[in-house]
């Protein structure tokens, strides 16, 4: 074990003194597949050694699924992302279900809603969002069947009708999964609305944004284990490196700014987001453990 790492056994709980990017995308383009090895060494550097990576639509599974097949700490999720919900077969989650089983694969996603993007081409707008939300329903079915947590987009050109949709389809599931709202840059309220339900939220590169002070307010106040770090990469990347393309090692400067605008150490910060990373994704558990021997 690399020194200085500690593993606290609580009950059957493993609390990792150690960071976990929660959500990007290694499979994406962005990424040239002779860079993986740099990229899972550079995270490796920055003491983050779990990464969950998640596909977008039915041509980035396989890459995924290789990238965690070669790299131990790396756990995904599958799932269709609501801008492509017009590329998917309508039984898109039919089709992904039977890999849900598998051991690399932690939760469902990248689903949810966004309605900041105009519709594709020869698609109605009306129509498009009611295909968004066909899916994401139907990513909370599979999600019940294969008992594990959903992750959830929301984005809006104002407002918040994205995530408002989302939350009242995620709480006629809530007493059977639970969803995680990543890359959260709503409200005080609506955050606690997502915990009330028994969900969780991520904060990635935004919360380090001088323009957005509020993201990181609500980051300060909300309790120990009820919110996760994350990426998002190659999107959204935090202070100092905004702007440009962003990777797992960057989720170190996310979780400096969040733990500075707490008043808690870094350690303490990684504790606690360890722990609601493994209470959402607990099938990272034998992933963390065993980048860390
Ligand atoms: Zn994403």
Known sequence: MECGMRIYLLGTNAILLMLIDSHCHLASHQFDPSEWDELVARASQAKVYGMVSLATCMDDIES????????????????????????????????????????????????????????PEHWEENAFRQRQRDFLEQHFLLAKR?????????????????????????????TEVRALF?????????????????GLVSFGGVSTFKSARNVLEVAKNLPRESFLL????????????????????????????????????????????????????????????????
Not at 75 to 91: F, R, T
Not at 146 to 174: K, N, P, W
Not at 264 to 275: A, F, V
């Open 146 to 174: 294969c008992g594990l947590g959903v992750v959830i987009h929301t984005r809006d050109r104002s407002g918040c009708q994205s995530f408002d949709d989302a939350m009242e389809i995620y709480q006629r599931h809530a």
């Open 64 to 119: 995924n699924l290789t990238i965690a097949d070669t790299y131990p700490q790396v756990g995904v999720c599958l799932g269709m992302h609501p801008c492509d919900v017009h590329h998917a077969p309508d039984d898109a989650t039919s089709v992904i279900e039977p890999l849900m089983a598998g051991p690399h694969v932690v939760g469902i996603g990248e689903t949810g809603l966004d309605y900041y993007h105009p519709a």
């Open 230 to 293: 994350e990426t998002d990469a190659p999107y959204l990347a935090p202070v100092p490196f905004r702007g440009q393309r962003n990777e797992p090692a960057f989720v170190h400067h996310t979780a400096v700014c969040i733990a500075a605008a707490r008043g808690e150490s870094l350690s303490s910060l990684t504790e606690h987001c360890g722990r609601a990373t493994l209470k959402f994704f607990p099938k990272m558990l034998p992933k963390i453990t065993h980048s860390m021997v």
């Open 182 to 198: 990543h890359c959260f840059i709503g409200t005080y309220e609506n955050a606690c609305r997502v915990l009330d339900l028994g």
